[in-house]
């Protein structure tokens, strides 16, 4: 017997040892060796760089699925799909050079002063306003470039090398590979799509790791990487989560109003935007309906079961749908109080509240340590559109000591 729980155990170990991907990354232009590039899985703490002949080995963070980005000063990013069930014999990738600005088509230009204008904006949106983001810092924001569209009122941020991050508040020192950030400010909806790949800081003393700990643990809490693998698991309501029904009510007083001094302003030769109009038909109405919201928010008294939203589909990948929205409340931890603060007298309460919607019609893939895809079709409001910021990162290899 004993033998052969020895011989099992090679095995495992055997196989967490070829569980590698080996590579050679060249210029697909020459055909040149690049040494150098950075080579890691996105979200994790798993990288290495190039050899003198372009040669590379890095073994996966776990089993599941992965994206594995290839980037170099120069070069556009290069990504693709791993499998730990299906991992490639070798890797040859080839980096393209990126088009020069001459070759690209220009349809706003680049701000001078981008940083002065709107670097604050932008490191509140990436970063974010929370606790954890003021002891954040982004180490080169000389590599980002600004574009702002009057039309659309959109701002665009590019970075032509990666983004270098130092968050003393988690302990980790981030390169994030960003390859798209944009705000739209009159519908306040952002979008950012990156790559970041996350090394451990090095303490000084051992009471500076302790802390570290402790804020991980504490922003993972509630999370949507915590929800994601609540979710994988069928266990919700054991970590904590409620998820309800919702529906969005239009607010008809308000569009009524707005179309009454849309009228006004026309039979007047007046144009108002963004601002509360000042035409005499308006003064019987009390208070600006630009300050109103949009729309309400209205939950279900009823708990959702997990397994109304979601489902397996294979033995590794769970399958995530629904239609309209729904809400999740975290009821182990309130919102932290900057939050509440931050959100005002019209706050509803302390709880951590968040209201998610599926953008298209087919599901969220989901795997066991959280990660899902595609990422960008999962919109949050509420309480996660505030905190699922680069300051409250966890990398995807982030376990919980219990």
Not at 356 to 376: A, K, Q, W
Request: proline share 4%.
């Amino acid at each position: 017997m004993k033998k052969v729980w020895f011989f099992f155990i090679f095995i495992l170990l055997a196989q967490t040892t070829l569980a590698q991907i080996t590579g050679r990354v060249i210029d697909a232009s020459n055909q040149q060796p690049i040494l150098g590039a950075s080579i890691f899985f996105s979200n994790t703490s798993r990288g290495t760089v190039t050899q003198q002949d372009g040669s590379f080995q890095l073994s996966l963070p776990g089993n599941g699925r992965f994206e594995l980005v290839v980037s170099f000063i120069g070069y556009e990013t290069y990504t693709t799909t791993i499998l730990s069930n299906q991992i490639p014999s070798k890797l040859e990738i080839k980096l393209k050079p990126k088009a020069t600005e001459l070759d690209e088509v220009i349809v706003e230009p680049y701000e001078k002063n981008g940083w002065a204008k709107w670097g604050k904006t932008f490191i509140e949106l990436f970063l974010g306003t929370t606790e954890e983001s003021k002891l954040c810092k982004l180490l080169n924001p000389e590599v980002l470039k600004f574009r702002f569209s009057k039309k659309t009122q959109t701002l665009k941020v590019s970075a032509n090398s990666p983004l270098i991050i130092e968050n003393r508040a988690l302990g980790y020192n981030i390169k994030y590979q960003m390859e798209v950030f944009s705000y739209d400010f009159s519908k306040r909806y952002l979008l950012f799509v990156g790559y970041p790949f996350f090394e451990e800081m090095k303490a000084k003393r051992n009471r500076q790791i302790e802390n570290w700990r402790s804020n991980r643990a504490y922003v993972y809490e509630g999370s949507v990487t915590h929800f994601m693998r609540a979710l994988y698991r069928n266990q919700l309501i054991e970590e904590g989560f409620e998820i309800r029904s919702l529906v969005k009510i239009v607010n008809q007083n308000k569009a009524q109003r707005k179309a009454a001094i849309k009228e006004s302003m026309l039979k007047s030769n007046q144009v108002v935007v963004q601002s509360a109009p000042t035409a005499p038909s308006q003064s019987v109405y009390s208070g600006s309906p630009f300050s109103e919201p949009d729309s309400f928010s209205v939950a279900s008294s009823s708990l959702l079961p997990a397994d109304s939203i979601a489902f397996a589909v294979d033995s590794t990948v769970c399958g995530l749908y629904f239609k309209n929205y729904v809400q999740v409340i975290y009821v182990k931890q309130p919102a932290p109080k900057l939050y509440q603060q931050q959100q005002g007298s019209d706050a509803a309460n302390s709880s951590q509240i968040s209201e998610v919607r599926i953008i298209g019609d087919r599901p969220i893939l989901l795997l066991s340590n959280g990660s899902y895809f595609e990422p960008t079709e999962l919109v949050y409001q509420g309480f996660w559109a505030w905190s699922e910021k680069i300051s409250r990162m966890l990398p995807y290899d982030y376990k919980r000591k219990k």
